[in-house]
């Protein structure tokens, strides 16, 4: 149970209706913001808290044992407060969220609800809506090695040993058109369009600089190739942008072996059994199930 300063405590028994809820945001990148569903500006916690951002909230729902507790928090996009682009550019993924119940009449009787983590969000008509999750959705992140058939290792990094700035791995063009949000690229006529699936798109020009992406595909067009792209730019992109690009992998062993030479260096357990060959059973006549060590 969560206890409450007891000036607030004693407020609360008396019939207090001066109650508001503040939120703190703390971004990954240092950036710290605060919103209020009071009709007035509050310093929470020595953070400025806006009233003119239209927040909302639902109430949390806290669940037994190690399951992750949700709630849900909802807003106008406010250009200098949240603006869309800074969302689409992920500046606000993994986002801290600090939540206080705060008496407005005395800002300095507050107390800290609950500290959650930003995780979905969606954007429609102006407004955005975020999924707030608890502490303890940090429990299912992925921890350690994994024993699966394609590798763990991402192309280029120390454990896969791959070098992208070698010839043929990487290269450089330009935007020549936009289709349906998809860019179309000239000047990567030295590069296969099977190859830069999985690679990824760095911008080097133009509104979006900066921005890195994972290539999802990759369709050869007349004059250039067209990629499809894991997420939209924080900024869209225009014909002249200069981009740069890297191959991919699709982390499968002969892939590693024929188009690499990296065997030596795959993270993965390419000779696992699959699932069919662990829940399969003896059938009279097909064979393959002799009782023999599998394998041989």
Known sequence: ???????????????????????????????????????????????????????????????????????????ALVDDAIAEADIR???????????????????????????????????????????LRSLSAGLDVERGRLFTPRCAADLGDARCGVDLAAAGRHGTGSVIAVTNGA????????LAADDLVGGRLTVQTGAATGFTVEIAAAT?????????????????????DAVSVTVGCDK???????????????RGFPHMPGIDRILSVPVPGEGGHDGAVVGR
């Open 1 to 75: 149970m969560r206890v409450l300063p007891p000036a607030l405590q004693a407020r609360l028994d008396g019939g207090c209706t001066t109650l508001a809820t503040a939120w703190i945001v703390r971004r990954a990148d240092g950036v710290v913001l605060g919103f209020t569903d009071h009709d007035g500006d509050l310093v929470v916690a020595g953070v400025p808290c806006r009233a003119a951002s239209g927040f909302d909230a639902t109430a949390a729902a806290e669940k037994l044992g190690f399951a992750a507790g949700t709630a849900e928090l909802a807003g």
């Open 89 to 131: 550019a992920g500046r606000y993924d993994g986002a801290r969220v600090e939540v206080h119940l705060v008496d407005w009449t005395d800002p300095a009787l507050a107390v800290l609800l609950r500290v959650m983590t930003l995780g979905a969000v969606t954007r429609e008509a102006g407004a955005f809506r975020a999924e």
């Open 183 to 190: 860019p179309v690229l000239a000047g990567l006529s030295t």
């Open 220 to 240: 050869p067009v007349t004059g250039g190739v067209r990629l499809s792209l894991w997420q939209v730019p924080p900024e869209p992109l225009a014909p002249g």
């Open 252 to 266: 499968a062993f002969a892939t590693c072996r024929d188009r690499f030479a990296n065997a030596a260096n795959f």
